[in-house]
C-alpha cells in the first residue's frame, strides 16, 4: 500500500473551515484514498473515502487532485468536537488498515 | 442504525490470566476485524473473519485467537496475559462482500485492556 505524509498538528478556528493535507505520490491505480479520525478515548470514526473523483458527505469533502498524488478533507465548518487526530491512508483490495502518525486537529473558539 | 459494539470498555486483568473481548458488528456487516493500538506501536492488524472462518491474520502469536459466529458477532481471546498486551483492542466491521477497497471499515470504541 502506498505511503502517505501529513502535518503533524493544524490548527483551526471554530466556524472555518478546515482543509487537511495528504501526500501519497506513490499512490497506484486501484488504490482507494480514505480518511479517519480519532478523538481521545474513543474508536477510529470514518469519514469519507474516494478513488479519483472528488467525494462530499454529510461529514466533510474530499478532493483528490487530478494526478491522484495528494488529497485534502474539507471539514467546511469547523466545531469544537471536529478536535481529532486525522489520518489518511491508501489501500487496495482487503488491505488491513494502517495508521501513520496523522494530523492532530486542535479547533479553538 | 446502530454501531459496532465492544464489550466490555475497560478491563484490568493480571499476567497468566486469560481474556475474552466482545464485538457485535453493524447489522448486515459480515466482516470482523481486530486490531491492536498502542501509542508506540499504533494500529496493527490481529484477524479479520467473514462467515465464520479466519480470512487474514496478522502477525501476533497463537496466544492471540478469534472466531465469529453465524450471526457474525465475534469474540478475541488473549491467553496467559503478559505485561505488553495492555493495549486498546479495537473490532471494525464492513461488509466485507468483494474484493475491493470500496467498503470502509467501522470502529467500536474499542476495550482498553490493562494488565498487572
Known amino acids: 500500500d502506498a505511503k502517505t505524509t501529513q502535518p503533524p498538528s493544524m490548527d483551526c478556528a471554530e466556524g472555518r473551515a478546515a482543509n487537511l493535507p495528504c501526500n501519497h505520490s506513490?499512490?497506484?491505480?486501484?488504490?482507494?484514498v480514505y480518511w479517519y479520525r480519532q478523538i481521545h478515548s474513543q474508536g477510529p470514526q470514518y469519514i469519507i473515502h474516494?478513488?479519483?473523483n472528488n467525494e462530499t458527505n454529510e461529514m466533510a469533502s474530499l478532493i483528490i487532485t487530478e494526478d491522484r498524488k495528494s488529497s485534502t478533507l474539507i471539514l467546511p465548518h469547523a466545531t469544537l468536537r471536529d478536535t481529532a487526530v486525522y489520518y489518511c491512508?491508501?489501500?487496495?483490495?482487503?488491505?488491513?488498515?494502517?495508521f501513520g502518525k496523522g494530523t492532530m486537529l486542535l479547533v479553538s473558539p | 442504525k446502530a454501531g459496532v459494539t465492544q464489550t466490555p470498555r475497560y478491563l484490568i486483568k493480571t499476567r497468566g490470566q486469560q481474556v475474552t473481548l466482545s464485538c457485535s458488528p453493524i447489522?448486515?456487516?459480515?466482516?470482523v476485524s481486530w486490531y491492536q493500538q498502542t501509542p508506540g506501536q499504533g494500529l496493527q492488524f490481529l484477524f479479520e473473519?467473514?462467515?465464520?472462518?479466519?480470512?487474514n491474520k496478522g502477525n501476533f502469536p497463537g496466544r492471540f485467537s478469534g472466531r465469529q459466529f453465524s450471526n457474525s458477532r465475534s469474540e478475541m481471546n488473549v491467553s496467559t496475559l503478559e505485561l505488553g498486551d495492555s493495549a486498546l483492542y479495537l473490532c471494525?466491521?464492513?461488509?466485507?462482500?468483494?474484493?475491493?477497497?470500496?467498503?470502509?471499515?467501522?470502529f467500536g470504541d474499542g476495550t482498553r485492556l490493562s494488565i498487572l
Open positions: 473473519y467473514f462467515s465464520e472462518t479466519q480470512r
Open positions: 491512508i491508501v489501500i487496495s483490495g482487503y488491505s488491513t488498515l494502517t
Open positions: 506513490t499512490i497506484s491505480g486501484n488504490e482507494y
Open positions: 447489522s448486515g456487516h459480515r466482516s
Open positions: 471494525a466491521s464492513s461488509l466485507g462482500v468483494g474484493r475491493n477497497s470500496n467498503q470502509p471499515q467501522h
Open positions: 474516494g478513488l479519483k
